[in-house]
């Protein structure tokens, strides 16, 4: 196990470089100049030039990114264009924003997920079943920005249940939670689809297994068959799709933050590539992308505690 750990750790490490590398060519090579936004549209050309000077963007490319590279084994990621603050405290401040409406959203599509998987394989073929299916593939079809409109207009505007928009509470208070429902809904739905129909296709799997009907053939209770034997061998492929899908969740929140207005991390990089904020943008690439693959890393080690069959030896 120690072992996959510190090959996995440079794995990460080798592609966090491939993916800064790649976000900092993309960043550079795109139409429009930082400094030009930053000098404004009076700004004359040597007003530019020395901008540009000032920034270090007159140097090539390549030793552009061994300077950020550096920077960023050091634990520095630069300073805003725009801002001037710092891109570490810029995300650390709206990190918690991000975080809580990833873990948020996935609570919310393990708990649909996951119940609406076990009980279609339990009644396979009911009308309980077929409704599932069409209901899942909604999931997946509808588009986040589409659904939360939807949402903000029922729940927000007619019924005025909850609020528009905004996370301004920690989500364990009341206010907070509210804040909470609408875009975890959101951004939870079409990963409650996948779940609920990886959970079906892994539990009728199980269902059918050898084991599971000699556990029946001796007497087991239906109750104990389920949750002892079925249910456990079952969530190995769905802990897989839930981990990936919080991966993706943390890094997915751009768009949802922005219907909502949450001033987390996806609006923060919405509005620094906006604005050709290099630093902000690399920055915040580089979390989302260094979170993505921890979560993976931490998947993989907790299937040898779910599954003793499997080993890493």
Same mark, same amino acid.
């Given at each position: 196990m120690a072992g996959l750990i510190v090959q996995r750790f440079i794995q990460l490490l080798l592609l966090l470089i491939g993916?800064?590398?790649?976000?900092?060519?993309?960043?550079?090579?795109a139409p429009g100049d930082p400094a030009s936004i930053i000098g404004g549209p009076t700004a004359s050309k040597a007003d530019i030039k020395a901008i540009q000077e000032n920034l270090g963007l007159n140097k090539p490319i390549l030793v552009q990114y061994?300077?950020?590279?550096?920077?960023?084994?050091?634990?520095?990621?630069?300073?805003?264009?725009?801002?001037?603050?710092?891109?570490?405290?810029?995300?650390?401040?709206?990190? +918690? $924003?991000?975080?809580?409406? =990833?873990?948020?959203?996935? *609570?919310? /599509? @393990?708990?649909?997920?996951?119940?609406?998987?076990?009980?279609?394989?339990?009644?396979?073929?009911?009308?309980?079943?077929?409704?599932?299916?069409?209901?899942?593939?909604?999931?997946?079809?509808? +588009? $986040?920005?589409?659904?939360? =409109?939807?949402?903000?207009? *029922?729940? /927000? @505007?007619?019924?005025?249940?909850?609020?528009?928009?905004?996370l301004t509470e920690p989500f364990w208070t009341i206010e907070g939670m509210k804040q909470l429902i609408l875009p975890a809904l959101t951004l939870g739905t079409g990963s409650a689809a996948m779940i609920a129909r990886m959970s079906r296709s892994a539990m009728l799997e199980v269902i059918r297994a050898d084991y599971v009907r000699t556990a029946r053939a001796k007497g087991v209770r239906e109750k104990s068959v389920i949750m002892l034997h079925c249910l456990r061998n079952a969530m190995i492929p769905v802990i897989t799709v839930i981990g990936l899908n919080f991966g993706f969740l943390l890094g997915g929140t751009i768009i949802t933050e922005q219907v909502f207005a949450i001033n987390g991390v996806g609006r923060l990089m919405i509005e620094s590539i906006a604005a050709r904020d290099f630093p902000m943008v690399q920055g915040a690439v580089l979390l989302v992308a260094t979170l993505f693959v921890l979560v993976n890393l931490i998947v993989d080690i907790v299937y040898a505690f779910i599954d003793p069959r499997i080993s890493y030896e």
């Open positions: 993916i800064s590398f790649i976000v900092f060519l993309s960043m550079h090579i061994w300077d950020y590279l550096k920077g960023v084994f050091t634990g520095d990621l630069g300073f805003s264009y725009q801002t001037k603050q710092s891109v570490t405290e810029a995300l650390t401040q709206r990190f +918690p $924003n991000t975080l809580n409406l =990833a873990i948020a959203s996935i *609570i919310v /599509a @393990v708990v649909i997920g996951v119940t609406a998987g076990i009980i279609s394989a339990l009644k396979h073929n009911s009308l309980f079943d077929a409704l599932s299916t069409i209901i899942a593939l909604g999931g997946i079809s509808i +588009p $986040n920005f589409w659904l939360g =409109a939807v949402l903000i207009l *029922i729940f /927000a @505007v007619n019924l005025q249940w909850l609020p528009v928009g905004g």
